[in-house]
Structures are given as structure tokens and as C-alpha cells.
């Protein structure tokens, strides 16, 4: 019996490592964005781009609307959503999409307790990156 794959994991589609400066920004399947800093905070958006999500380096969590116009709640935070931005600006223009999905294919998140995909560590060797995500998503690209 043949039967095809109607569901598809969410995974890393595009990343960019500018941690000699900033951190590590990535792209999830789904759309959603995020950048790990150097400092350990995340920092990320949901695929329509309508709340931002933040963990400060004691692991809270907490999420605001994303608004063009400056408007945040969290003023403290315009650097990094203006960061942010940029990670989303790089990857659309600079980075090739990886996978297109059939036609139908949903996606499934698995174990993620944020908003947004975060990703807990990562790793270069060589020519290999490995992610870690906080959706039990351990990814590995050459």
C-alpha cells in the first residue's frame, strides 16, 4: 500500500551566522523568524509577522505586537526588533528559499512551548551546522 506524506515537520529553511557581531538569525518553514544574540537572548516573529516574541537571559518570555511605527511597549527593545528586522531583510533578499511544499502538505510543530521556534544552541564544524530548536527539532546542514 502506498500512501503519501500529508505532514511535514517545521524546520530551518535559511540562516544566517553573523555572531561575530550580532548572533545567529534563522528562518523557520513556516516563516517564522528568529535570532539567537550573543548575550543568549531570543528574539523572534510569528510567521505573519504580528508578534514579536522575546526571552531575556533569565529565560522569560514574554510577547508584544510587532509595530512598523515604533509603538512597542517595550522601548528598551527597539535595538533588537530593528535587528531583527534586518535578519528578515538579509534572508529574503540575499538567501534562496530551501524546500517548497506540495500542494496541501500542512506543516506540524511538535513540543514547543513559545510562540515563536526558538533555537537553544548551535554549532559549526567545518562545513556542517547543527541547530538545536526548543521543538525538539535537531537539524544538521552541510
Known amino acids: 500500500v502506498l500512501f503519501r506524506l500529508k505532514l511535514a515537520p517545521v524546520f530551518v529553511s535559511k540562516w544566517v551566522d553573523y555572531s561575530n557581531k550580532f548572533g545567529f ?3 523557520m518553514s513556516d516563516g517564522s523568524v528568529g535570532v539567537l544574540f550573543n548575550d543568549s537572548t531570543k528574539i ?3 510567521p505573519a509577522m ?3 516574541e522575546f526571552t531575556d537571559m533569565k ?3 514574554f510577547c508584544f505586537p510587532w509595530d512598523d511605527n515604533a509603538n512597542q511597549p517595550f522601548p528598551e527593545l527597539n535595538h533588537r ?3 531583527l528586522k534586518y535578519y528578515i531583510q538579509y534572508m529574503d533578499e540575499n538567501l534562496a ?3 517548497t511544499f506540495i500542494p496541501g502538505m500542512e506543516t506540524l510543530r511538535t513540543g514547543q512551548k513559545t510562540t515563536v521556534p526558538q533555537l537553544r544552541r548551535w554549532g559549526r564544524r567545518g562545513v556542517y551546522v547543527a541547530m538545536e530548536m526548543n521543538n525538539h527539532l535537531v537539524q544538521v546542514n552541510h
Do not use: A
Open 25 to 27: 538569525g534563522f528562518q
Open 44 to 46: 523572534g516573529t510569528t
Open 50 to 52: 504580528d508578534i514579536v
Open 59 to 61: 529565560g522569560k518570555t
Open 81 to 83: 526588533v530593528s535587528l
Open 97 to 99: 528559499e530551501s524546500v
